[in-house]
């Protein structure tokens, strides 16, 4: 791993259905030389899948997140039960958390009325009570996603944001499109036509319409960032809310500090949920001075998570 590897990876995370001559382009090697690159960071699972990153909001969801602390229950068997009581538009991914984290399951959840998230998570719980301990459940307001701004931090990279859900209609072919391309994003238009009985001027016309509404905000891998030097730590936390100018001054902070990754403003019993990657105890011991410079007596109670499993 050197830093032209670390470069193609941050062009990846900014479109990794861009052509790999805008690759080679921007980071300075022949095509055939980042082709080779990236086949090696596919074998090595330091890209571990290629995902899309859509914005749910615009079609009238929002999000909740569920966090559960669950003991003696499998990934396939929470992910099978899923599959039973949700459809392709409510749950974008589900992880198994590590055990140093309180909460061992994660489940990111949209839906368009609380009513619907509430039948959702109460069949959850129903489900797997006499294996549940505890459980925690917030709705997002607001998120800014930052994909590794460390991987080139001479150029400027994209940022998704989600916001007030909107409504805007699309075609059942469009989720099916959607579907395809969450499984693998990388996947060929002509594998996408044949699969969904299309021409492929069609996909393309399709995926640039989805693009162009704001529905797909960017196609990008999922990156181990572990084989990168790095150690990503993720924390949920239960801010007082009358430090509302302590908590934009906060979100105003991770926007300047290319080591955050995402933040998530929510309401529920946390309201806060954010992440970065570092490179040492350092740096580490920076960022939480600075978080409690900024937010000191807001901070009620923090949960920290730690991803040791993706199921979906």
Same mark, same amino acid.
């Given at each position: 791993m050197d830093e032209k590897d670390k470069l193609i990876l941050f062009e990846l995370l900014q479109d990794c259905r861009q052509p790999i001559s805008q690759i080679a382009k921007a980071v300075r090697l022949p095509q055939q030389t980042v082709s080779y690159r990236i086949k090696k960071l596919e074998d090595s699972k330091v890209i571990q899948k290629y995902a899309v990153n859509i914005n749910y909001p615009k079609l009238g969801y929002s999000r909740h997140s569920l966090y559960l602390d669950i003991r003696g229950v499998s990934a396939e068997e929470v992910d099978k039960y899923l599959d039973q009581i949700t459809d392709i538009k409510e749950v974008s991914c589900c992880y198994m958390l590590h055990e140093i984290s309180q909460w061992k399951l994660y489940i990111s959840v949209w839906t368009k009325t609380i009513n619907r998230y509430d039948e959702i998570q109460t069949k959850i719980i129903s489900k797997f009570k006499n294996k549940i301990n505890n459980y925690l459940s917030f709705q997002s307001v607001k998120s800014y996603t930052y994909f590794a701004r460390r991987l080139n931090p001479k150029k400027k990279p994209k940022i998704?944001? &989600?916001?007030?859900? $909107?409504?805007?209609?699309?075609?059942?072919?469009?989720?099916?499109?959607?579907?395809?391309?969450?499984?693998?994003?990388?996947?060929?238009?002509? &594998?996408?036509?044949? $699969?969904?009985r299309l021409t492929a001027n069609s996909v393309i016309k399709t995926i640039n319409n989805l693009k162009k509404k704001g529905i797909i905000e960017r196609f990008y891998p999922i990156i181990d960032m572990k084989k990168l030097g790095f150690t990503e730590y993720t924390y949920i936390s239960r801010i007082d809310p009358s430090y509302g100018k302590e908590l934009e001054k906060f979100i105003k902070y991770i926007d300047s500090d290319p080591r955050f990754i995402i933040v998530i403003k929510a309401v529920g019993y946390v309201n806060l949920y954010y992440a970065f990657i570092v490179k040492d105890r350092y740096e580490l011991s920076e960022i939480n001075k600075e978080i409690h410079n900024i937010l000191g007596k807001a901070v009620l109670e923090t949960y920290k998570i730690e991803v040791d499993e993706m199921i979906s």
């Open positions: 998704d944001f &989600k916001g007030d859900p $909107e409504n805007i209609e699309i075609k059942e072919i469009d989720w099916k499109l959607l579907d395809k391309l969450r499984l693998n994003s990388k996947t060929s238009v002509i &594998k996408l036509a044949h $699969e969904l």
